[in-house]
Each structure stands twice: as C-alpha cells, then as structure tokens.
Nanobody, 121 residues
Framework: QVQLVESGGGSVQSGGSRRLSCVVSGITFSWYYMAWFRQAPVDDREGVAIIYKNGTASHVDCVKGRITASRDNAKNPFYLQMNNLKPEDKATYYC???????????????WGQGTKVTVSS
C-alpha cells in the first residue's frame, strides 16, 4: 500500500521559516516524480515544486528563491524548505507521487493527507 505522510506544518510569523517532510512507503520513490502542492481554503490545489527522478527540482515562479524542494540521494524523506514566508503562503501543503513530468495535480495519483502551515503577519 502506498503511503505518503507529511509533517512539519505549524504556525510561523511572516518572514519566518518552516521545513516540511514527506515520508514515502510502498513505492520506490526514485522511480516517480515527487511534488509538493498547496491549497488555501478558497483556492484550487496548486503545484509548488516538482522533484525529478534524478533528484533535481524546479519550482513555480511565486516561490522561487524562498521555497526549495529537495531529496537526499533517493532516501526518505523528501523536503520542502520554506524561508521568508509570507501570509499568502498560508495553506495546507501536500506531497504527491506521480508518473508524469508535470506540476498539474491531475497527473498525481498518490497523495499525503496534508500538513497545515499558518503564516501570521
């Protein structure tokens, strides 16, 4: 059974940092594209970053320079390091695994339960 479990969410002040982790079981995650998504209460789930099978990552423009996805040599867990957080980063963050080189949520079929990040101004 495939499981993805996020942790590390919580409350942080604007400008602060938070590191999210995602532990994956039931799949060889180096065979998959791994991604981070987020969803604010009234918004659609949006992609934040994708980690490619070779371990490199790319990020959506609105988080570049502040938020970094990483994986340590195909080992569990993989991470989302978030620095200089802004109120608009407040959301539930999800990790996901899929078979497509895509940051679109419909291309991911394995999801974690989410971890909530609150950013206060």
């Amino acid at each position: 059974q495939v499981q993805l479990v996020e942790s590390g969410g919580g409350s942080v002040q604007s400008g602060g940092s938070r590191r999210l982790s995602c532990v994956v079981s039931g799949i060889t995650f180096s065979w998959y594209y791994m991604a981070w998504f987020r969803q604010a209460p009234v918004d659609d789930r949006e992609g934040v970053a994708i980690i490619y099978k070779n371990g490199t990552a790319s990020h959506v423009d609105c988080v570049k320079g502040r938020i970094t996805a990483s994986r340590d040599n195909a080992k569990n867990p993989f991470y989302l390091q978030m620095n200089n957080l802004k109120p608009e980063d407040k959301a539930t963050y999800y990790c996901a695994a899929g078979n497509y080189n895509s940051i679109h949520r419909y291309h991911y079929n394995h999801w974690g339960q989410g971890t909530k990040v609150t950013v206060s101004s």
